[in-house]
């Protein structure tokens, strides 16, 4: 039997690919290379890098998540999510360090695809998903402040607070050029739509604010409004490949932020893939989809790339214009390439400001505003583990708030399920109507003088190990025989065998007998495997509850 049976959807493609098709996904292909362009620098000078490293990695890890994953329809890429991450990585461990960690992080993601943990990722906990996506959207929108409103600040605090802070102290220094172009650009990005849904309203602020500013610096003399190009050399030339010197600390170190990398980028690559699915109708490979981004989360950064995932927006650019394949992804890919060789140049002039709005745009549509409000009217376990996750992620770091949120959630969680699993005492007799497992008769069944019968309704694990024991304390009584019935027990992890085991040994110290009744097949094998049955008495082991009243009644009689 194979572990991973890879097999990446470009393969089956090809079989059947027509010319139709091929003009299909080269146009929607083309489009989206276009969305992708603005959406990649600003991504990249978010994150800390230099622009041409966020097409870089649009073109490099969108070939590979093309070729190599498991989805028809999936857009690889820098997103958003990742912002926070990279930027606290740079500071910390500098360029080597992102780009260390970004290859454990494919590392990690390909080991979870041959696994077959694709499906796994997809039980994390609603309100910790929502929690660290709004998190990061209220982030991404503080870190634009600055260049949204031209403020004059040397150096901007990392922390969340601190960054306000020297905002409301700097405030005075606001260009209002900067703030002008800034809100203009939001205002195009939003109202765009409305007139094409082809072309990207990022798209449209960039070529006019550009064109706009550099007028102004050219014909009136406005020299306020800093562009990319006063704040970075940018470089047309293709990148060659660096491999990073690696030494145990700094990978020990990285261990953590590469996790979360793989984590955020599993979520929302297979999220997207499953977005597009209820579109095109079909069924995505989510253990290859995790393959092929692994791959390119190695590939990428060896090439001075950043982390990259499927992005959402651009996948349904894609379907929207008529990409059926993953030959749209590819050629998105060559189109970043050319721009990359042949236009990069004129990136320089593009406007700081214009792009904070870009990022403006993308932190509202990220925070997700509407569900995070209707979360807070779910359960208070919910909503803890919402805000705090939320909270961890703005104040702390997006690391440390997954870890929390994920701890708390499996806390809850296993709360829930001890909650849900019942012990009761059954007196006097049984109703057979009740029961499913009584076989001889359809008459009440009667218990015994100095038989006590104990139902489990629910998993047996460590969660309600100590349930068992408190109802036991409250018995006044000591019987002669107790009798479990265990026939809505679904599984027994070894606190339960353990509990079971010193309920045993404590009965026969004081001279009780235990008598185990419908016990399921799987729980039974554990129980055998545990030598349960030697402990106990294989007679004293039943099959339904009729027989271990009978035995009872041999037992008692002794």
Not at 15 to 24: D, G, I
Request: with cysteine; glycine share 8%; proline share 4%.
């Amino acid at each position: 039997m194979k572990l991973f049976d890879y097999k990446p959807v470009l393969a089956d493609t090809l079989r059947s690919y027509s010319k139709k098709s091929l003009v299909a996904d080269s146009m929607a292909g083309i489009i989206v290379g276009i969305v992708a362009l603005p959406l990649a620098i600003a991504f990249a000078i978010a994150s800390g890098v230099s622009p041409e490293k966020g097409i870089i990695t649009a073109i490099i890890a969108g070939l590979i998540i093309s070729i190599f994953g498991g989805s028809k329809v999936q857009i690889g890429g820098p997103t958003g999510a990742f912002i926070v991450i990279v930027y606290g990585i740079i500071e910390q461990y500098g360029i080597q360090g992102l780009t260390i960690a970004t290859i454990m992080a494919g590392l990690f993601l390909i080991l979870l695809g041959v696994l077959k943990l694709g499906t796994i990722i997809r039980y994390i906990p609603y309100p910790i998903v929502v929690g660290f996506t709004s998190g990061i959207a209220l982030t991404i929108f503080t870190t634009q402040i600055k260049d949204l409103f031209g403020l004059t600040i040397d150096s901007v605090p990392a922390e969340f607070i601190d960054k306000w802070i020297v905002y409301a102290h700097s405030f005075d220094t606001i260009d209002w050029w900067s703030t002008v172009v800034g809100i203009l650009s939001i205002l195009i990005i939003v109202v765009t739509p409305r007139f094409s849904k082809k072309i990207p309203g990022s798209l449209v602020a960039i070529i006019l604010m550009t064109a706009g500013v550099w007028a102004l610096k050219s014909f009136a003399g406005v020299n306020s409004i800093e562009t990319i190009g006063d704040r970075f050399t940018i470089s047309s030339s293709l990148p060659t490949m660096e491999i990073p010197s690696l030494d145990l600390e700094t990978i020990k170190g990285l261990i953590s932020p590469a996790i979360t990398i793989a984590i955020l980028g599993a979520i929302e690559s297979l999220l997207s893939a499953t977005v597009a699915d209820g579109v095109i109708g079909e069924q995505h490979d989510s253990n290859a989809e995790l393959v092929g981004q692994g791959l390119a989360n190695i590939a990428a950064p060896l090439f001075g790339g950043i982390p990259a995932t499927g992005a959402i927006a651009r996948t349904m650019t894609n379907i929207n214009n008529g990409g059926k394949s993953p030959i749209a992804g590819i050629i998105h890919a060559i189109v970043l390439l050319l721009i990359l060789l042949f236009l990069m140049p004129l990136a320089q002039y593009i406007p700081m400001a214009c792009l904070a709005g870009v990022l403006v745009v993308v932190s509202y549509n990220m925070s997700g505003w509407r569900t995070f409000a209707a979360l807070l009217k779910n359960p208070k376990s919910d909503i803890l583990v919402l805000l705090i996750t939320f909270f961890l992620t703005v104040i702390f770091d997006l690391t440390i708030a997954i870890e929390v949120g994920l701890i708390i959630a499996c806390l809850l969680f296993m709360r829930r399920v001890s909650e849900a699993t019942d012990i009761r005492m059954i007196r006097d007799e049984i109703d057979p109507n009740d029961d499913t497992d009584i076989q001889l008769n359809n008459e009440h069944l009667t218990i015994p003088e100095g038989v006590e019968v104990y139902e489990i309704n629910g998993p047996y694990f460590f969660g309600a190990g100590n349930q068992f024991e408190n109802l036991m304390m409250n018995m006044h009584k000591r019987p002669k025989v107790r009798i479990i019935r265990m026939r809505k027990v679904p599984f027994v992890d070894s606190t339960g065998i353990h509990n079971l085991t010193t309920l045993c040994e404590r009965s026969q110290k004081d001279n009780v007998k235990i008598i185990l009744s419908g016990v399921r097949p799987n729980v039974d094998d554990v129980l055998r495997k545990a030598g349960f049955n030697e402990l106990v008495g294989e007679e004293n082991i039943c099959s339904h509850i009729d027989i271990a009243l009978e035995r009872s009644k041999i037992l008692i009689s002794k």
